[in-house]
């Protein structure tokens, strides 16, 4: 297994499968399956999301018989590494964004990894937070606005690389947070008390 994830790699992947998806949207829809289900097989994450079949990419998956070869390939290992970020004690979990540095490119790609998450959890059969703490709805509220933060507008100054840091870090510590209190683990992740602060006063909700 490669020693790290590349957007490239994933997004070279889904083109040769012909699927239109971006490399974030793909990585925070894993995310937000296996947050709502931990027992999620490759086999269940592909056939819910990239293998299913469209008018868009069924014929491109039959005819160049792509399935072995992202089962057995890359995106076993993307699909592996996914879990065990996830479950990394060191807090090593980060989602899926490009390095580009048009922020305008990199702010579209948080709003479809905050989409794809939310889809994720949809696939995975959660209906209702409420059973969980009150934090996780409100999380669950802020990725909804976050998802369409495409829309904004940046103001074309340090302000922008100060934002989009900030969402990145909140969707990171929320996503360790919210899979911590769906799916309690074995070792817990040593999620900072801050987190419930944090998304207690988010400016991210609606």
């Given at each position: 297994?490669?020693?790290?994830?590349?957007?490239?790699?994933?997004?070279?992947?889904?083109?040769?499968?012909?699927?239109?998806?971006?490399?974030?949207?793909?990585?925070?829809t894993?995310c937000?399956i296996?947050?709502?289900?931990?027992?999620?097989?490759?086999h269940?994450?592909l056939?819910l999301?990239?293998?299913?079949?469209?008018?868009?990419?069924?014929q491109?998956?039959?005819?160049?018989g792509?399935?072995?070869?992202?089962?057995s390939?890359s995106f076993?290992?993307?699909?592996?590494m996914?879990?065990?970020?996830?479950?990394?004690?060191?807090?090593?979990?980060?989602?899926?964004?490009?390095?580009?540095e048009d922020?305008?490119?990199?702010?579209?790609?948080?709003?479809?990894?905050?989409?794809?998450?939310?889809m994720?959890?949809?696939?995975?059969?959660?209906?209702s937070?409420?059973?969980?703490?009150?934090?996780?709805?409100?999380?669950?509220?802020?990725?909804?606005?976050?998802?369409t933060?495409?829309?904004?507008?940046?103001?074309?100054?340090?302000?922008?690389e100060?934002a989009i840091f900030?969402?990145?870090?909140?969707?990171?510590?929320?996503?360790?947070?919210?899979?911590?209190e769906?799916?309690?683990m074995?070792v817990?992740?040593?999620i900072?008390?801050?987190?419930?602060?944090s998304?207690?006063?988010?400016k991210?909700k609606?």
């Amino acid at each position: 297994m490669s020693s790290e994830i590349t957007i490239e790699h994933v997004a070279t992947d889904l083109a040769q499968l012909g699927c239109e998806i971006s490399a974030s949207e793909v990585h925070g829809t894993l995310c937000g399956i296996l947050c709502g289900k931990n027992n999620t097989t490759l086999h269940d994450w592909l056939s819910l999301t990239l293998l299913k079949e469209s008018q868009k990419n069924s014929q491109s998956i039959r005819s160049r018989g792509l399935l072995l070869e992202a089962i057995s390939g890359s995106f076993e290992d993307f699909f592996l590494m996914t879990i065990s970020a996830l479950a990394d004690n060191n807090l090593k979990f980060y989602p899926l964004l490009p390095e580009d540095e048009d922020k305008m490119v990199r702010l579209i790609a948080i709003a479809e990894w905050a989409q794809g998450f939310l889809m994720g959890l949809t696939l995975a059969g959660v209906k209702s937070f409420k059973q969980y703490p009150d934090e996780v709805t409100e999380f669950i509220e802020a990725m909804a606005s976050i998802s369409t933060a495409s829309d904004y507008e940046l103001a074309g100054d340090e302000s922008d690389e100060e934002a989009i840091f900030e969402f990145t870090e909140f969707i990171r510590m929320g996503v360790l947070f919210i899979n911590e209190e769906i799916n309690p683990m074995r070792v817990p992740v040593d999620i900072p008390e801050s987190i419930s602060t944090s998304l207690a006063n988010s400016k991210y909700k609606h």
